[in-house]
């Protein structure tokens, strides 16, 4: 059982444009969410995230919307650039829980 | 500079051999976390630990042990019990308040 799907395993956009990764997931306990980038050979790094009291939160070119009822949240990035080209995972956990659920990643490339 | 430091970042292994796989982390993080990642998927949780001298099984433990005996360091073996061993390795640390998870830059692992 899969609690956290990103359903797009690949996103293709052009440089400039709006970049829109999408993430569901079933535990409704779930109360903290979370993205990361990773580049091959790397590990992943922390992008940005949003605590389930939040729809929204910000931070320059990148923003994540959560949707409670829906179970969905996405990642914007405007405008694109090249270098944000690299996996976005999605993750997600339980405060206190003590461990992170990862989604199996979407691929985003950015065309200049 | 303070990071997770995991090695050796590639490893040969015949089959039937048991191989253990670093990670030393200066951050002073109290928890410290072993993911398996496989071509086109997620980070699948091993192991991990929330306390010295004390540890958890994760999704996929089976085939695996680690070891918290310093709060700087969780080393991971990979039994030969482990099924299908080859994959890309990442180790990661998080501090008490578990904000994000900050991760090593990983072990790849090859049976051959």
């Known amino acids: 059982d899969q609690q956290v799907k990103q359903n797009s395993p690949s996103l293709s956009v052009q440089e400039g444009r709006i970049s829109i990764l999408n993430c569901d997931y079933t535990n409704s306990m779930f109360d903290y969410f979370l993205w990361y980038k990773k580049y091959p050979a790397e590990g992943p790094t922390f992008l940005i995230s949003i605590s389930s009291i939040k729809d929204k939160n910000e931070d320059g070119r990148f923003t994540v919307f959560l949707n409670k009822s829906a179970k969905h949240l996405s990642l914007h990035i405007v405008p694109s650039q090249p270098g944000d080209s690299a996996v976005y995972f999605c993750?997600?956990?339980?405060?206190?829980?003590?461990?992170?659920?990862f989604g199996d990643g979407t691929t985003l490339t950015v065309k200049p | 500079d303070g990071g997770i430091t995991q090695s050796p970042k590639y490893l040969f292994r015949k089959e039937g051999q048991n191989v253990t796989l670093s990670c030393e982390q200066n951050l002073n993080h109290d928890a410290m976390y072993w993911y398996r990642q496989d071509p086109g998927q997620g980070l699948r949780l091993i192991y991990y630990s929330q306390i010295v001298n004390d540890f958890q099984k994760g999704d996929i433990a089976e085939g695996y042990s680690v070891s918290r005996e310093k709060k700087e360091s969780f080393p991971l073996t990979v039994t030969s019990a482990q099924k299908n061993p080859t994959a890309f390795y990442l180790c990661a640390s998080a501090s008490t308040s578990f904000r994000e998870l900050f991760f090593g830059e990983g072990s790849r692992l090859t049976v051959l």
């Open positions: 993750a997600a956990r339980v405060t206190n829980a003590g461990k992170s659920t």
